[in-house]
């Protein structure tokens, strides 16, 4: 199947720096979504981007479908931005179901 | 707007009681999937539906049921529960797999059999 790797595993930032996540992954791909998973565990959706860049506020992605990643940009990080980043993907093969395949996440911790 | 709601947050169990983990999403979402999620991981598809009345295996459905009896409610099972099915679980829906239409996720609950 196809496999999600996120880098880096563990990032620790000063508050006002800025971060890029990565996500890659082994096949095409119908819908790739990040996520944000708050210290209270909530899932939250920042971007449903199967290709293209986004922007919304300090976050935006990038996907790159022909070269299988994804990047999150973190501009300006506050501590309210502190958490775990998901990167989801939903196989493009078999006919899509919607059945996302997570990463096992970047762990954000941003300092004041 | 509610959006998808678990019931209930938390929860112990004794290995071998049975419970009933309800999920219930008010935005007429066709597709509604259950997913698990152990400390350090990313979450694991357990079993999903495409409509009414439809339930699918993902990639981990072992010593799980479901049913989609009405289309706003996904009910997850366990028969029989296990120390290894301690975890958090998830529930998330979408309107359709094509287009712009993300999943939502619930708060989860956390499950823990002793």
């Known amino acids: 199947g196809i496999q999600v790797e996120q880098s880096p595993p563990d990032l620790i930032l000063q508050e006002g720096a800025n971060s890029t996540l990565r996500c890659n992954f082994s096949?095409?791909?119908?819908?790739l979504q990040w996520f944000h998973q708050n210290p209270w565990g909530q899932l939250i959706n920042l971007f449903y981007?199967?290709?293209g860049t986004k922007q919304n506020g300090r976050l935006s992605a990038t996907t790159v479908a022909t070269e299988r990643y994804s990047l999150l940009y973190i501009s300006s990080s506050q501590t309210t931005d502190s958490g775990v980043y998901f990167c989801?993907?939903?196989?493009?093969?078999?006919?899509?179901?919607?059945?996302?395949?997570f990463g096992k996440g970047t762990k954000l911790s941003v300092k004041p | 707007n509610a959006g998808v709601t678990q019931t209930p947050k938390f929860r112990v169990l004794k290995t071998g009681q049975s419970m009933t983990l309800l999920c219930a999403q008010d935005m007429n979402h066709e597709y509604m999937y259950w997913y698990r999620q152990d400390p350090g991981m990313g979450l694991r598809l357990i079993h999903y539906?495409?409509?009414?009345?439809?339930?699918a295996k993902g990639e981990v459905p072992d010593g799980y049921n479901v049913s989609r009896l009405k289309k706003q409610n996904f009910l997850l099972g366990l028969e029989s529960a296990a120390p290894s099915q301690t975890s958090v679980y998830f529930c998330?829906?979408?309107?359709?797999?094509?287009?712009?239409?993300?999943?939502?996720f619930g708060d989860g609950t956390r499950l823990s059999i002793l």
């Open positions: 998330a829906s979408s309107y359709s797999v094509r287009g712009n239409q993300p999943q939502h």
């Open positions: 989801a993907v939903d196989p493009y093969y078999g006919g899509s179901q919607g059945n996302l395949i």
């Open positions: 096949d095409s791909v119908n819908n």
């Open positions: 981007i199967p290709s």
């Open positions: 539906s495409v409509g009414e009345g439809t339930t």
